[in-house]
């Protein structure tokens, strides 16, 4: 691989190499209150990039107040993740073209290229066409201008502000140093890690994975094969047991009245795409076996997933008929859903009943 940017590479190479070399000076003045303001830097600086740089400009997942815009603006400078605009076009070029060649940092092209090379040879052919949303954005445009000066200035003030309590080292080291290569480390991770390890729940023929440890670190970003299926959801970890703080933040600023707008995927959707994946699973290993009763589970799995999916595209287009039905339609319509949900429901149940007793006699993993 050939480097290109030589003022990334500079940059990634020099704080990493003094992470290493301030390492034994910040033993000798660490604090409990070093570890604290590394823990919140992280986190704001974080939650910025989840929040706003992935889920609000890359994907207009939700719409939020101009306040709030400003705010990960200017906060996602302690990620040190370049703009808004050029990280959303990357970002969305990367969905357009998900391990393709046209992909940024396409896992096929090995996992340390996706990881952090990538950033050290991509050359960005910038299509305005790609964000052309985002440019009508004062607030963005302002931000892609004079990224260099607000990251100086806000970096700079959150050195000062933890000299107030630390050491100057340990604010330093803490506070700015290991704080961008924890952000750094763990948003890359989603392009190597959850394109490597974990579970395809639903899309086996995509690279993305969800993988519980690396929604931990990145804040819920890595339950990402649901993710890649479903972009404009909100959510990224969507049952109540999912670690998504990033979920939980634009929730509660729903709440508040400062975002609004929260797109989320139906659960009908969600089911759908679950049995279109299993079944193909099924399917294809059940093929491999010549008992009877693997030709018998076969035949029950074609004829389920077919109703399933029947019932579930009626029900959409129940829900959809419902909304533009006038007040004295809106009774019997309720009735057809009613039913179309009980339907709907014991097919489910059926579905989840018959793939766990295939998986449980076929050694099938899910």
């Known amino acids: 691989m050939r480097i290109r940017n030589w003022d990334t590479f500079t940059f990634i190479l020099t704080y990493h190499l003094l992470v290493l070399a301030l390492l034994p000076f910040f033993v000798g003045v660490f604090s409990w209150w070093a570890a604290l303001f590394f823990l919140v830097t992280f986190i704001v600086g974080g939650l910025s990039i989840t929040a706003g740089y992935h889920r609000l400009f890359s994907h207009r997942a939700y719409s939020a107040h101009p306040l709030f815009e400003w705010t990960v603006l200017i906060t996602s400078t302690l990620g040190f993740q370049w703009t808004a605009l050029k990280w959303s076009h990357d970002h969305r070029l990367h969905h357009n073209h998900v391990d393709g060649e046209k992909d940024p940092y396409s896992i096929n092209k090995g996992f340390w290229y996706a990881h952090v090379l990538w950033l050290f040879d991509y050359q960005r052919d910038f299509q305005p066409g790609l964000v052309s949303d985002l440019m009508k954005n004062p607030r963005v445009m302002f931000q892609d201008r004079y990224y260099i000066p607000l990251a100086i200035a806000v970096n700079g003030a959150v050195f000062g502000i933890g000299c107030l309590f630390l050491h100057p080292l340990a604010s330093l080291y803490a506070g700015v140093l290991l704080r961008i290569f924890a952000i750094h480390h763990c948003t890359w991770f989603i392009n190597s890690l959850a394109h490597t390890w974990g579970a395809k729940t639903y899309a086996r023929e995509l690279s993305a994975v969800d993988n519980a440890i690396m929604a931990f670190l990145t804040f819920g970003e890595g339950y990402h094969n649901y993710h890649h299926v479903f972009a404009g959801d909100y959510r990224n970890g969507i049952r109540w047991y999912h670690f998504d703080p990033t979920k939980w933040l634009i929730w509660t600023a729903s709440r508040l009245g400062v975002v609004r707008a929260l797109r989320t995927v139906d659960q009908v959707r969600i ?3 679950l049995v279109l994946k299993d079944k193909e699973l099924l399917l294809d290993r059940l093929e491999r076996e010549f008992d009877d009763f693997a030709r018998e589970l076969s035949e029950r799995v074609e004829k389920l997933a077919a109703r399933f999916e029947n019932n579930a595209t009626a029900l959409m287009a129940k829900l959809r008929e419902f909304k ?12 057809e859903i009613r039913h179309l949900r009980r339907e709907l429901r ?21």
């Open 271 to 273: 089911q759908k795409k």
């Open 324 to 335: 533009k039905a006038s007040a004295d339609k809106r009774a019997a319509l309720r009735a």
């Open 346 to 366: 014991d097919s489910w149940n059926e579905w989840v009943s018959l793939t766990r007793a295939a998986a449980n006699r076929y050694a099938i993993a899910h």
